[in-house]
């Protein structure tokens, strides 16, 4: 399959743009039905312990009500946990909402309150009064460390790698050694739009359901099983997502709520979480990690050792991989990383964006930078010495890696040379400046993928395919790959995605949806040029009778001989006398024998200038520039936006954002959008993109990487480093607040002190 | 619940407040409908008049999602009972194109690439409507402090004030 120049790689606008600026792009809470009723969740107190009774005779009261669902009233539910599982699901028991009285979490949904209306829905869950029998909760990390253990059944086994040489003698024999812990706290996606499902109950008794979802057929497979549906009853729509992060990769509780009281009510219901109960769902898991680089004088690594403990539920083994890069990265003959999970009374962890990568390389390259002080070269330079052009775990090579130009375009782009080597040497009127850099790298994946593609005699092209478009513009770079495989303008194609009734995809995330569900399409659109040649063939005076599939260009609404381009046919001209679309459809898988011969990432290079205002404590990140090497870029603008706000991501992860636990109720204290900080728009200043040129030859047709994640990995440590070299503070617990940075401040001669 | 006192005496009907008549005219459509007193403008605006362009991030008046625009000024919809509104003239992003003819900052966000997941949108767009209404905005820094109360999780603020910046130089692109 050739790919020319006609719709990939342009900078095209959003072809959803239209639909969210006017407001028409229609969200899962937006759905509506004229027997709607609104349910709304009653959250648990208590974060362990069991529930005694329910009076719920208050909240029945209120005129409106329908019905409070809760685990004593509630219809037959499987009992098996695996019933509740979902192709995300972390090894394990999957919680089951409302099957029985034990509270697992606080915030644990307990009960679901029907009405009429909304309001009368939540003041009636108000009225709810739940009798609990309450257990001491265990919600503090530091406290479970000697309880630590390796998750018995792996999520995914090459996170693991095996230790490669002898790492503690080899440590202990090199001239330079970094040792440090660097802690990294819980944190919420908070995507905008709260978790909602609007269930239609239709008339014959099917459920058609508006869900806030990264995955249709996942949430329709879960319903299915959950509620013993036949698939042909159930469908699962997301046209629209807002914002997600992975925190919609799995089922959440609203879905299973609005379907439990559809179906017991047999009308349309809509569950819509509140901003507070965003903060029941999964999150990024808190992590406390200790890295030891062993190195010699010149800065080169001898050693790498990587320990990690996160904290999951009691009831699943959530894992992400946040080690294995430490592994990877750089080359030194001995290398041990292990992760290890201890169990806290909170809901399971879920991934948030670059899941592991994000937290495990900013205590990599934060160590990478304590390690540049210690042998007093340029932390730039450092990582130029420690190149590998092979995967340091398995030995494999790699199948595109153009991280030195992300190291050396970023730089140029930066003005890295102009930074002193010394803390606290770059001043500006009353700001102390600070440089700092680091690598990022996610993995590049492709999964197994179908999509549909509908050629009508008008000559539009639908393209259809069950995944979804969570901000990161799969509707745009899908069409575009449809108008360059036909040779169309973009305007005459039609892309229809985030419905499980469309051919099946994976949950969108991983930043594999570009590379599968963008092949997929590819492929089926591949299939429409052959019926097309075929057709074109049998035309009268056909020009392209006999030529090749691989000898034909699909350009400017034209079939045309690519090395006799007097040859030519226009497209409606083959489509003549056509009287059905033509359809194709694929089942579109990756070539494991490559995935498994080679490595595969993208990279990047992350350059940030931060500014503290001593006297008044202000910090900020003053700059960004994130160099990625990404493979092709399908669509620039959408791909550094992408960049753009992963950065911004990794801004709130170096400065903002931290889930705050009161041990003593194991309860989350900061659960609204004005106590978890995240950035806005005043803290967001200069980020600058480049993408850097990389051939991608064998991973997928398309040559691509996918971006939603690279640009958080690696961020974080940057602006880390950065504000040690502003300050001379090293504070390796995110996030660095002033309070930190106050009480780190070592007694200085000048006026700061 | 643990540590609080069984309820014992819940009265036997909760009754509802009555409905109230209210009259605004909503993107130049004069509207009336029957609310409760406790009813928000954002939940008038998305439950009852089914403009669901108007979005609930947080429904506390902390992300700016819901930003609407009331007599010509910003305001979140999810902190102002739809009853306090009667009479008043309201703009939601629904009304800001005029004859199938999209605002200039609609145009300059998509032009610019403002968004991706969509959800502050609407918000984002009314309030920079409202912060150029103002008037008081002129530098990068003064319109990132001004736009500080509608939150954009994607991480779109740099492409937001290239939006905002090229409609105030009277350019859209």
């Known amino acids: 399959m050739s790919v020319g120049t006609n719709g990939i790689g342009k900078p095209v606008s959003r072809i959803d743009g239209p639909a969210k600026v006017t407001g028409r792009a229609k969200y899962a809470a937006e759905f509506s039905a004229p027997d709607l009723a609104y349910g709304f969740v009653v959250s648990s107190a208590v974060a362990k312990g069991r529930i005694k009774s329910i009076d719920r005779s208050a909240a029945l009261a209120v005129p409106g009500v329908i019905e409070v669902f809760a685990h004593d009233n509630r219809p037959s539910l499987p009992s098996s946990h695996e019933k509740y599982t979902d192709q995300v699901a972390a090894p394990g028991s999957p919680f089951r909402p409302l099957y029985d009285g034990e509270i697992l979490f606080s915030g644990q949904p307990v009960a679901l309150v029907v009405a009429e209306e909304l309001e009368a829905a939540r003041f009636a869950a108000s009225l709810i009064d739940i009798n609990y029998e309450t257990q001491e909760a265990v919600t503090d990390l530091d406290t479970q460390i000697d309880k630590a253990f390796e998750p018995p059944e792996k999520r995914a086994p090459e996170w693991n790698p095996s230790p490669r040489g002898d790492v503690d003698s080899a440590l202990s024999r090199g001239p330079n050694l970094i040792r440090k812990e660097y802690r990294t706290p819980v944190e919420h996606h908070n995507p905008m739009e709260t978790f909602a499902s609007t269930a239609v109950w239709e008339n014959d008794g099917r459920l058609t359901v508006y869900d806030k979802t990264q995955g249709a057929p996942n949430c329709h497979e879960y319903l299915c099983n959950v509620f013993g549906l036949a698939k042909e009853k159930v469908r699962v729509l997301s046209p629209y997502v807002g914002g997600a992060f992975g925190a919609g990769l799995r089922p959440n509780y609203q879905l299973f709520m609005a379907a439990l009281a559809a179906i017991g009510l047999k009308r349309s219901v809509r569950v819509t979480l509140t901003r507070q109960q965003m903060f029941t769902l999964g999150y990024r898991p808190q992590t406390l990690q200790t890295l030891t680089l062993g190195a010699e004088n010149d800065g080169r690594l001898v050693a790498v050792k990587h320990d990690a403990i996160a904290n999951t539920s009691r009831f699943e083994d959530y894992q992400e991989p946040t080690v294995v890069w430490s592994g990877a990265l750089y080359p030194c003959d001995h290398s041990t990383v292990t992760s290890r999970l201890a169990r806290l009374d909170l809901f399971t962890p879920c991934d948030m964006r670059a899941p592991g990568g994000a937290v495990g390389m900013y205590a990599l390259e934060s160590a990478m930078d304590e390690l540049s002080y210690a042998v007093g070269v340029d932390p730039l330079e450092l990582r130029l010495k420690n190149y590998s052009e092979t995967d340091q775990n398995y030995g494999k090579p790699i199948s595109s890696k153009a991280l030195r130009d992300c190291y050396l375009q970023g730089a140029e782009r930066f003005g890295w040379s102009k930074r002193r080597p010394e803390p606290r040497s770059m001043r500006e009127a009353r700001e102390l400046i600070g440089y700092g850099m680091a690598t990022g790298i996610w993995e590049a994946f492709r999964v197994p993928t179908s999509a549909r593609a509908i050629l009508a005699p008008d000559g539009t092209l639908e393209i259809a395919c069950a995944t979804a478009d969570i901000g990161t513009g799969t509707y745009t770079i899908l069409a575009q790959i449809g108008a360059e495989m036909l040779g169309l303008p973009l305007d005459k194609v039609i892309v229809k995605i985030g419905d499980s009734d469309l051919p099946s995809a994976p949950v969108e995330g991983g930043s594999w949806t570009a590379a599968s569900a963008g092949s997929a399409v590819m492929e089926a659109c591949d299939g429409l040029r052959k019926e097309l040649l075929k057709r074109a063939g049998a035309v009268s005076n056909a020009p392209l009778r006999g030529v090749d599939l691989a000898d034909l260009t699909w350009v400017d609404g034209e079939i045309r001989m690519t090395s006799d381009p007097s040859r030519a046919m226009p497209l409606s001209e083959a489509l003549l006398g056509l009287n059905e679309p033509i359809t194709s459809e694929v089942s579109s898988t990756p070539d494991e024998r490559v995935l498994q011969d080679y490595s595969h990432y993208a990279h990047s290079a992350v350059f940030a200038e931060v500014r503290l205002d001593e006297e008044l404590g202000m910090l900020r990140v003053a700059r960004v520039v994130s160099a990625v090497a990404a493979g092709r870029i399908l669509n620039p603008k959408t791909a550094r936006s992408q960049i753009l706000g992963a950065v911004v991501g990794g801004i709130g992860m170096a400065l903002h954002e931290e889930t705050v636990i009161d041990h003593r109720y194991g309860r989350f204290m900061n659960h609204n959008l004005a106590e978890y900080h995240v950035p806005v728009h005043a803290d967001v200043h200069a980020i600058d993109v480049i993408f850097v040129d990389e051939q991608e030859p064998r991973l997928n047709p398309l040559g691509v990487k996918g971006v939603g994640e690279i640009g958080i990995v690696g961020t974080a440590a940057a602006i880390a480093n950065a504000v040690f070299h502003a300050t001379g503070v090293r504070v390796r617990d995110l996030p660095i607040t002033i309070d930190k940075l106050l009480a780190l401040r070592q007694p200085t001669n000048n006026h700061a002190a | ?173």
Request: charged share 20%; hydrophobic share 35%; glycine share 10%.
């Open chain 2, 1 to 173: 619940m643990q540590g609080r006192p069984q309820a014992t005496s819940h009265p036997p009907e909760r009754s509802l407040l009555p409905k109230l008549e209210i009259a605004f005219r909503v993107n130049g459509v004069e509207r009336r409908v029957a609310l409760r007193p406790w009813t928000t403008l954002l939940d008038a605006l998305r439950e009852h008049l089914d403009l669901t362009g108007t979005k609930k991030g947080c429904d506390h008046g902390q992300c700016g999602a819901c930003t609407v625009l009331i007599n010509g000024r910003r305001v979140l919809s999810c902190l102002t009972l739809a009853v306090m509104k009667d009479g008043a003239e309201i703009t939601t992003i629904e009304g800001l194109a005029q004859n199938g003819e999209l605002h200039p900052l609609q145009t300059a966000f998509i032009a610019h690439d403002g968004f991706q997941c969509g959800y502050c949108t609407p918000g984002q767009i009314c309030s920079a409507v409202g912060l150029i209404a103002e008037g008081r905005a002129k530098t990068s820094d003064e319109i990132r402090e001004s736009m500080s109360g509608n939150i954009c999780r994607c991480g779109c603020y740099p492409n937001i004030l290239a939006a905002i910046e090229a409609v105030m130089q009277g350019s859209e692109t």
